[in-house]
């Protein structure tokens, strides 16, 4: 199975922070990569897929890079309501799908 | 608008088993591949199980390999998922998830059913 390293666990910014999120693969995943945004008691909700293709409807500050088995998801000015927890998920191949640990991002 | 209600969760004793719903609404249900993710409390999520449009298809993790069967009724556009010898650490918020059009990611999620394993 591929595993996901996503870090840092937790982070603490400020509104109008850069903040940078990485998740690692155990093996080359081709960009089959999403990015998921979860706030407390609520559903995850899609932000990215093919590593940098952002959903329809998604702000413009979400940006996702990377190739092999290294991305990143790249919120450019922080906002109020982006403080949540991200997960990072592969979907290479056939299943088992395995998501990041997930990463909480607070307000400094 | 794309809609996922699941229903079901509840209390139930180790060794148990209970029959959890996702109804669809807002697309062509038969069209689409669907998935059980999963998310104990406080922890991260876990994908569960995956099925194709025509149920010709079918992928379970190995923590509930031979315990969870997931199904459809693309009739009622509805999704199952069967889930029997259930221990504590299978507690969780169960969510159904779509398969999206562009890809194998998960493009609409419901808003999930709690399951609570304990005596």
């Known amino acids: 199975d591929i595993q996901m390293t996503q870090s840092p666990s937790s982070l603490s910014a400020s509104v109008g922070d850069r903040v940078t999120i990485t998740c690692r693969a155990s093996q080359g995943i081709r960009n089959s990569l999403a990015w998921y945004q979860q706030k407390p008691g609520k559903a995850p909700k899609l932000l990215l897929y093919?590593?940098?293709r952002l959903e329809s409807g998604v702000p413009s500050r979400f940006s996702g890079s990377g190739s092999g088995t290294d991305y990143t998801l790249t919120i450019s000015s922080l906002q109020p309501e982006d403080f949540a927890t991200y997960y990072c998920?592969?979907?290479?191949?056939?299943?088992?799908?395995?998501f990041g640990q997930g990463t909480k991002v607070e307000i400094k | 608008e794309v809609q996922l209600v699941e229903s079901g969760g509840g209390l139930v004793q180790p060794g148990g088993s209970l029959r959890l719903s996702c109804a669809a609404s807002?697309?062509?249900?038969?069209?689409?591949?669907m998935n059980w993710v999963r998310q104990a409390p406080g922890k991260g999520l876990e994908w569960v199980s995956y099925i194709s449009s025509s149920s010709s298809t079918i992928y379970s993790a190995d923590s509930v390999k031979g315990r969870f069967t997931i199904s459809r009724d693309n009739a009622k556009n509805s999704l199952y998922l069967q889930m029997n010898s259930l221990r504590d650490e299978d507690t969780a918020v169960y969510y159904c998830?779509?398969?999206?059009?562009?890809?194998?990611?998960?493009?609409?999620w419901g808003q999930g059913t709690l399951v609570t394993v304990s005596s």
């Open positions: 998920q592969q979907y290479y191949s056939t299943p088992p799908w395995t």
């Open positions: 807002g697309f062509t249900f038969s069209s689409y591949s």
């Open positions: 093919a590593a940098s």
């Open positions: 998830a779509k398969v999206a059009s562009s890809g194998w990611h998960f493009d609409y």
